[in-house]
């Protein structure tokens, strides 16, 4: 008697591992956290929620391959999660913050965020397994929440000195740029193959080090600008690979 596919076999296993979604609703909440305190206009520390919830999104999933708690619904819960504090918390906070002053356009251009976001995450999900792990296909969207989070941070620091709300067209463009990168084909470096628990030269050490003692003394200033180097990092190599093909053809011709 076969008993691969019988119903005992086919049952979908009872229970949750509960430490990897742990961290999956502490990500959630600094989402919906986030959402409430833009909704009050208290636009550093919905920021800074979104940038907490991105350390618990990192975490859950290293903490399930490492503990083997890896699951079907831990991917799942992990997604939708995504979707709100990555994508519907840093859309909102935008809009409250600098995009509202534009009417209808404000909340198209958020809503466009959050549907390339989605859209990321669903093609993200499909794609595992198929494209190569060393990089991301399109800007992931944590780090594209990162960088309005930052933005934010940035622009209300003593380097700008924004005070509440700031208008500027520039910051849908901004928006919208990041909406467009989330979707595109462009080509992001995943550090999955960071191997920190390997012998590395003592150069590499002592720079790591001197930039943690920067961004400790600056880091309002530092984290926008590793995150928005990271949004331009795709874009960049891009243009670097194109004209590297182009030369090479060139070449090839003559």
Same mark, same amino acid.
């Given at each position: ?25 502490? @990500? ?67 809009? @409250? ?14 809503? /466009? ?7 990321? /995450? ?6 595992? =397994? ?7 296909? =399109? ?6 929440? @990162? ?16 005070? =509440?709300?700031? #208008? ?6 901004? *928006? ?6 989330? *979707? ?49 990092? =795709?874009?960049?190599?891009?243009? *670097? ?12 011709? #003559?």
């Amino acid at each position: 008697m076969n008993t691969e596919n019988s119903p005992q076999k086919m049952r979908m296993k009872k229970g949750i591992y509960i430490l990897p979604n742990l961290f999956t609703s502490a @990500s959630l909440f600094c989402g919906f956290y986030s959402i409430i305190a833009s909704f009050k206009e208290h636009f550093v520390p919905a920021s800074i929620a979104i940038l907490f919830s991105v350390v618990f999104d990192g975490l859950d999933g290293r903490i399930a391959r490492l503990t083997n708690t890896t699951s079907k619904f831990g991917a799942e819960y992990d997604s939708l999660a995504d979707v709100i504090a990555f994508g519907v918390a840093p859309s909102l906070l935008a809009y @409250s913050w600098a995009m509202s002053i534009y009417g209808k356009w404000g909340w198209i251009v958020a809503f /466009l965020f959050v549907l390339c976001g989605a859209l990321r /995450l669903a093609r993200y999900n499909i794609q595992i =397994g198929i494209i190569e792990s060393s990089v991301f296909n =399109g800007l992931p969207i944590p780090a594209a929440a @990162s960088v309005v989070a930052t933005t934010v941070i940035f622009f209300s620091s003593d380097y700008i000195g924004v005070e =509440g709300k700031f #208008h500027n067209i520039f910051i849908i463009i901004f *928006v919208i740029i990041l909406s467009l990168l989330m *979707v595109s084909s462009i080509k992001y470096y995943s550090f999955k193959d960071m191997k920190l628990l390997v012998r590395k030269p003592f150069t590499i050490f002592f720079w790591l080090v001197v930039l943690s003692i920067i961004i400790v003394a600056e880091p309002e200033l530092m984290f926008f600008v590793i995150m928005l180097g990271y949004a331009l990092s =795709g874009p960049i190599w891009w243009v *670097v690979k194109f004209i590297q093909k182009s030369k090479e053809k060139k070449i090839n011709i #003559h």
